[in-house]
Structures are given as structure tokens and as C-alpha cells.
């Protein structure tokens, strides 16, 4: 194979590559796009938040199978101060995608 031979093959490569690019960005045009609904608190309100120091560290699914005293979850009085926006947020060892998230204090 000739500099020139791998040149092309190179260039036909990057020029399937925009082809493909094309036609996705043509599809995405026409599908339509959900809508989100709307946040459900806004900044400066109060909300009870279940919360305990494990929901933090905890893989997915690895919740512990018993808990003492000291390790059980409370409800939490907090002051939502901005929204997050749309995020991919594990909570408690559980996966939710798309949610809406807040910063409490």
C-alpha cells in the first residue's frame, strides 16, 4: 500500500463518518423530544428530606441488611436553596435517571 492509498482510505473513512453524522442529525430533527415536567420545588421552600449518613457512600444496591440505632433513617427538615437542573442522581444505593435534582441545606 502507497501514502496515497492509505491517505484515501483515511479520507473515506472520516467522510463516512460525517455521512452517518448527517443522517443522525437529520433523524433527530424530525423525532420529537419529551418534555420534562415541571420542577416541583422552587428556592427558599421547606422540604422533609428522608435521610441517613450511609445514603451517601452506598453503592447501588448495597444498602446495609441491618442497621443499629445510630445508622436509621430520619425525616429532615430542609431550606431548598438552588435547583439542580436534570441530573442522574443515586440515591440511597437506588439509580434514577433524569430526575429533577436540588441543593438543601
Known amino acids: 500500500m502507497k501514502i496515497a492509498d492509505g491517505e484515501s482510505a ?4 472520516v467522510e463516512g463518518y460525517m455521512e452517518r453524522a448527517d443522517i ?5 430533527k424530525t423525532m420529537p423530544v419529551p418534555k420534562l415536567p415541571p420542577p416541583k420545588f422552587g428556592n427558599g421552600q421547606i422540604a422533609l428530606q428522608w435521610w441517613a449518613s450511609w445514603f451517601t457512600p452506598c453503592a447501588l444496591d448495597a444498602a446495609p441488611r441491618q442497621y443499629s440505632k445510630k445508622q436509621r433513617p430520619s425525616w429532615y427538615v430542609g431550606e431548598v436553596e438552588t435547583y439542580g437542573g436534570i441530573m442522574d442522581v443515586t440515591y440511597a444505593g ?3 435517571k433524569a430526575t ?3 441543593y438543601v441545606h
Do not use: I, N, S
Open 10 to 13: 483515511r479520507v473515506r473513512k
Open 94 to 96: 437506588v439509580e434514577e
Open 24 to 28: 443522525v442529525a437529520r433523524a433527530t
Open 100 to 102: 429533577h435534582a436540588y
